[in-house]
């Protein structure tokens, strides 16, 4: 069974940094773009930041660009999602998800064929 596990959430200062974690189980995330979305309360689900499988190709969303950092290094590790200067409105669930179409770095909801639990982030003092 494909899955993948979320983790790095919590609470955190405003200001401050986390790093969330997509590992699989399964699976390999070589053939995969991997996105991280986040969902708020009362909110729709957004994308963050999105990369492909080779890690040539992101993308980020205009108001996390200049924090937020995505990366991968090969098909047994991690990916990561490095952020940095968190605001409160930041507060949500963050999702991490595989895409089939792994050459480029989509990020929309629905090139995405798997997805974690999710984990919380919190910004708040």
């Known amino acids: 069974q494909l899955q993948l596990v979320e983790s790095g959430g919590g609470l955190v200062q405003p200001g401050g940094s986390l790093r969330l974690s997509c590992a699989a189980s399964g699976f390999t995330l070589d053939y995969y773009a991997i996105g991280w979305f986040r969902q708020a309360p009362g909110k729709e689900r957004e994308g963050v930041s999105c990369i492909s499988s080779s890690g040539g190709s992101t993308n980020y969303a205009d108001s996390v660009k200049g924090r937020f950092t995505i990366s991968r290094d090969n098909a047994q590790n991690p990916v990561y999602l490095q952020m940095n200067s968190l605001q409160p409105e930041e507060t949500a669930i963050y999702y991490c998800?595989?895409?089939?179409?792994?050459?480029?770095?989509?990020?929309?909801?629905?090139?995405?064929?798997?997805w974690g639990q999710g984990t919380e982030v919190t910004v708040s003092s």
């Open positions: 998800a595989a895409s089939h179409d792994h050459v480029k770095a989509l990020c929309f909801i629905q090139a995405y064929d798997y």
